[in-house]
């Protein structure tokens, strides 16, 4: 296996025998590669994987444990860099001939227990004007480091998601004159609760059954679906004419060097945003954007449902005095909607908002209250 790109720390030779059996994977790859780098950038490459004690490792993952609590990590991603580390230990520890008298220092540390939902703090999101001043400075970096951004603030698309978008995910709206784009992605995994109060969710084009646990909970494969508006769909296709009509599996986002992006290069380029609009260079994480887009395009989904719903009553009113109530909610609705259709709307979720990030959504009401969305997206 020929690897170009070798990680701090380690040798060709040793890079090689961890990728083992992965030519295939270069998602994988990348991760690998990604996490490594990042445990030896780690106060000035204070560890080394090869030389680990297990009580290293538990420092690093405590400290990875309080990025969690500041808000810097989410706790998936969290999980995901433990996780990974403790996989890369035990490739590690099958290559003896390469690496003699290893031990897997992460082994026992992280235990594959249900995880328990983030606990998020005001801390947790980003000042909603900051957001507006990055949004503000956009326009003056090039088309395609805007179009990411945008993916993310309108979106709320993760940084992971929006690293491994491919011009094969996007398809043409058959229904939409003007050829709109619409956009296919996984979304992550929900996990359904054993609840007989409440009608149990059917395999469908959005969702895939993945497992059931011995106490009845059904673990989800999440689909989400994007459908942009004309003219957000015509600054996409700028980049690339035959998007929506191409099979083709190359990375949509591409750094300068035609390599595809990684969470360091994303976390470098919203740091320049946040210079250019006059921030602290970490005014705002990758992970906080998500978080901002997520709960922006959730609140736009769920007024768009209720005009509708409205809409549909207006003929059916049986007297003027319900038909001027049902216009007096028209009225309001459109009243909410407007100042987030200004925080940036290129597009609407098809049939329904991501159950994954549904649950997200739900966990922060839940434990800050429902206002604290629309404070969150500076709407309050």
């Keep these: 296996m020929t690897i170009t790109k070798i990680p701090l720390g380690l ?29 030896h950038s780690y106060k000035n490459g204070k560890y080394h994987i090869i030389s680990m004690t297990h009580e290293e490792a538990r420092d690093y993952f405590k400290m990875l444990d309080e990025r969690v609590e500041d808000g810097a990590l989410s706790i998936n991603t969290c999980h995901r860099y433990q996780a990974t580390l403790r996989a890369i ?20 540390i992280l235990h594959n227990e249900v995880r328990s939902s ?9 000042k909603a004007t900051d957001i507006r001043k990055m949004i503000g400075v956009l326009p003056g970096f090039p088309a395609e480091k805007q179009l990411l951004l945008e993916m993310m603030l309108y979106l709320g698309l993760r940084p992971k998601q929006v690293e491994n978008i ?55 494969d999440v689909q989400a679906v994007f459908r942009f508006y004309a003219p957000f ?23 300068s060097r035609h390599h595809p992006y990684t969470y360091r290069a994303l976390h470098h380029f919203v740091q320049e945003v946040c210079i250019k609009a006059g921030l602290d260079p970490n005014a705002v994480t990758p992970y906080q954007l998500s978080l901002f887009g ?13 005009e509708q719903q409205l809409r549909k009553r207006l003929p059916k009113a049986k007297s003027r005095d319900e038909h001027n109530r049902i216009l007096g909610e028209l009225h309001d609705v459109n009243t909410r909607f407007l100042p987030l259709a200004n925080n940036g709307w290129i597009g609407c979720w098809v049939m329904e908002y991501p159950l994954s990030r549904e649950k997200i959504i739900n966990d922060i009401k839940a434990q800050l209250g429902r206002d604290f969305l629309l404070k969150a997206v500076g709407v309050d």
């Design 11 to 39: 040798s060709a030779e040793q890079w090689n025998a961890i990728m083992d059996g992965l030519d295939s994977h270069p998602s994988t790859v990348n991760d690998y590669r990604k996490i490594i780098n990042l445990l």
């Design 89 to 108: 230990g035990s490739r590690i520890e099958n290559h003896p001939e390469v690496f003699p008298g290893y031990k897997n220092p992460f082994s026992g």
């Design 118 to 126: 983030t606990k998020y703090t005001e801390k947790t999101f980003a």
């Design 166 to 220: 491919r011009l094969s995910d996007f398809t043409v709206n058959p229904n939409s004159p003007d050829k709109e784009l619409i956009l296919t992605i996984p979304d992550g995994r929900y996990v359904e609760k054993n609840n007989r109060m409440t009608k149990p969710l059917q395999e469908s084009e959005l969702t895939k059954l993945r497992s059931t646990s011995l106490n009845g909970n059904r673990l989800w």
């Design 233 to 255: 769909s015509n600054k996409l296709k700028a980049k690339h004419p035959d998007l929506g009509k191409t099979t083709n599996d190359a990375f949509y986002f591409e750094t």
């Design 294 to 306: 997520s709960i922006n395009s959730y609140l736009l989904f769920s007024i768009l449902h209720d």
